[in-house]
């Protein structure tokens, strides 16, 4: 499984982003019988699982960091998965990475152990 992420860029404090995540490279399984998420890191930091999702139940998770700002969705006729980020804030500033995972080895609620990832978009929120 391959992802590709973009959208990422330069934005000042109170904007927005859309981050676009492809996902390919299926084989016997489908877009469908993954969970894909959205993890941020910043130097020196852990990374964080901020959103996931899981395309066919349309589950949902959100950090408490991004709640009611961020909004995850995805669209399997294109095996795609979106990150909207509105009300962007300087912390926000990190890179952003794509990842996905078999639903049967993860839960969608707990947004972590995932095995497929992206090269990562940065995102920078200008105070």
């Known amino acids: 499984v391959q992802l590709v992420e973009s959208g990422g860029g330069l934005v000042q404090a109170g904007g927005s982003l859309r981050l676009s995540c492809e996902v390919s490279?299926?084989?016997?399984?489908?877009?469908?019988?993954?969970?894909i998420g959205w993890f941020r890191q910043v130097p020196g930091k852990e990374r964080e699982g901020i959103s996931c999702i899981g395309p066919k139940d349309g589950n949902t998770y959100y950090a408490d960091s991004v709640k009611g700002r961020f909004t995850i969705s995805s669209d399997s006729a294109k095996n795609m998965v979106y990150l909207e980020m509105t009300s962007l804030k300087p912390e926000d500033t990190a890179v952003y990475f794509c990842?996905?995972?078999?639903?049967?080895?993860?839960?969608?609620?707990?947004?972590?152990?995932?095995?497929?990832w992206g090269q990562g978009t940065q995102v920078t929120v200008s105070s």
């Open positions: 490279g299926f084989s016997w399984d489908r877009f469908e019988d993954y969970g």
């Open positions: 990842a996905a995972e078999y639903l049967g080895w993860v839960e969608i609620e707990k947004c972590q152990d995932y095995d497929y």
